[in-house]
């Protein structure tokens, strides 16, 4: 049998810091420093976790991290207020608002207050647009981390059977689209899908984004596939079956430093990106 491949998202992640790195110092020295605003609402661990990796991993590279922390009893009002102040501040360049915010929040209208100009998660319905319509800035980090190390790994996308296992709106549904735009096949399915493992049994590559810790079950993988586990379950559990799923794959992300660490490069690129276009519009 051919060699089994675990994809190393921390490797990948390296490699896009460094470059990041360059220009970041580069920007710099042209008067600007990037910065990154991030809105985290309530105090649920494992989001004060993420966000804070988010933050350290700017100050890293030498872009500014504007950490805002509301309380958890805020209204829908306060939170669309401060998006709006961050769409005003000169000095910042991205605005991330951490996914989820408490249930009495209207998060989607939350997330379309952000400037498109500031949308480097891409979360705001005029950017799910362009990355369906493939001319985008910034889709969401995690589909974009997953096309990253599929490049990395030089994973052939076109013509293959990509099943998306899936449809959030900053998730499933957009990594069905860029999988799409670079010529896969993509059945997306979700909750109401019948006979979902005889689905996952044909694909080529398999990206798990139920958030369902260890969902995907191994014979349900075909022998050789690619399997993308995006999953973020509570105790680094992803939403495929490792143990299981590693011995029929091809390649595999692990969980943790799989997707988790790129999807973080590519907030720190795409708020780089944005503030070099701050500098070209100076
Ligand atoms: N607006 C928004 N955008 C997001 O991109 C977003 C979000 N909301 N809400 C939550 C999910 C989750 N997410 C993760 C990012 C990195 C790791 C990560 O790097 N994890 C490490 C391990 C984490 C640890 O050590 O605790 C790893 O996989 O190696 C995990 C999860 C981004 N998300």
């Not at 360059?22 to 710099?28: M, Q």
């Not at 493939?134 to 190390?149: D, E, K, L, N």
């Not at 694909?203 to 399997?227: H, L």
Request: glycine share 8%; proline share 5%; net charge negative.
């Amino acid at each position: 049998m051919e060699n089994k491949l675990i994809l190393d998202g921390s490797r990948v992640a390296a490699e896009i810091k460094e470059q990041l790195k360059k220009r970041v110092d580069s920007i710099i020295s042209k008067g600007i420093t990037p910065c990154l605003a991030t809105v985290l609402v309530g105090d649920d661990p494992s989001s004060a976790t993420y966000v804070k990796m988010k933050g350290n991993a700017c100050e890293k590279l030498g872009i500014i991290s504007k950490r805002i922390h509301l309380s958890a009893d805020i209204t829908t009002e306060d939170l669309l207020n401060t998006i709006h102040e961050l769409n005003q501040d000169e000095n910042v360049h991205g605005i991330l608002l951490q996914h989820p915010v408490p249930s009495h929040i209207d998060e989607r209208a939350a997330f379309e207050a952000i400037d498109i100009e500031k949308d480097v998660d891409g979360v705001t319905s005029w950017g799910f647009g362009q990355t369906s319509f493939g001319f985008g800035s910034y889709p969401s980090c995690t589909p974009a981390a997953i096309m990253a190390i599929m490049d990395f790994y030089d994973i052939a996308i076109e013509g293959k059977h990509a099943v998306v296992v899936g449809r959030s709106p900053i998730l499933g549904k957009p990594v069905s689209m860029l999988l799409l735009n670079r010529n896969a096949t993509v059945t997306t399915c979700h909750s109401y899908t019948q006979k979902l493992g005889e689905i996952v049994k044909q694909a080529d590559i398999v990206v798990a984004a139920v958030g369902k810790p260890k969902f995907i079950q191994g014979d349900w993988i075909k022998q050789g596939a690619v399997v993308m586990d995006a999953g973020y379950n509570p105790g680094n559990i992803g939403d495929a079956d490792y143990e299981a799923c590693e011995k029929n794959a091809g390649a595999i992300t692990p969980v943790p430093k799989g997707v988790g660490p790129v999807t973080i490069a590519m907030l720190l690129k795409h708020t780089v990106d944005a503030a070099e276009k701050k500098l070209e519009n100076k």
